[in-house]
């Protein structure tokens, strides 16, 4: 469901923006700019996590140690969770992929692997939903595109989070059945 709604806003998005470029070419209206400037930047925020979720799916086949480097579990991260209640949203946020996280289909080693490309897709596209802050030089309104890109980055660190306040919970969950095989 939330595949196909962000698929259909992206191609509506982008039709409309090629049928605002003509639109704005012929008439050059001031009004016309404003929309043509929206249509752009929001379609820019819904290709750009539609590219990075594929290449990072593209990029990252492989298994990654999911409790060591990057995405090790820092000291400070549990108060931080608690302090957020992670627990008690994190279940409203949807999934681009459900069957990626699909606990009772996958393998642990599956899904901390899904997990671990589901944040760094998140983190990077928290970093370039930043880079329309660019168009204020050309269209002006700083503001308007700070205030964008900072609802456009909230959701993706509220991803961002709630993996890796899931992420040690699979990890153990995964010792276990590891354990368990051991002692049978």
Not at 41 to 58: E, N, P, Q
Not at 105 to 127: D, Q, V, W
Not at 152 to 169: E, I, T
Not at 172 to 181: E, L, P, T
Request: aromatic letters at 14%; one cysteine or more; glycine letters at 6%.
């Amino acid at each position: 469901m939330m595949r196909k709604t962000i698929d259909v806003i992206t191609l509506i998005l982008t039709c409309g923006m090629w049928i605002l470029l003509v639109m704005y070419g012929c008439f050059h209206m001031k009004g016309l700019f404003a929309l043509l400037v929206t249509v752009i930047t929001t379609w820019y925020h819904f290709a750009m996590r539609l590219l990075v979720g594929w290449l990072c799916r593209l990029w990252f086949p492989w298994s990654v140690a999911a409790d060591r480097g990057w995405f090790r579990e820092r000291p400070w991260e549990k108060g931080l969770y608690q302090k957020l209640r992670v627990h008690q949203w994190k279940g409203f946020l949807p999934t681009y992929l459900e069957q990626e996280f699909d606990f009772q289909a996958l393998s642990p080693e599956t899904l901390l692997r899904n997990m671990c490309k589901s944040e760094l897709g998140h983190e990077i596209i928290l970093l370039l939903s930043f880079v329309p802050l660019l168009f204020s030089v050309f269209a002006g309104e700083f503001a308007v595109f700070l205030f964008t890109s900072l609802g456009a980055a909230l959701p993706d660190a509220a991803a961002v989070l709630v993996q890796r306040y899931n992420r040690p919970r699979v990890l153990r969950a995964a010792r276990r059945k590891k354990q368990q095989k051991r002692n049978t």
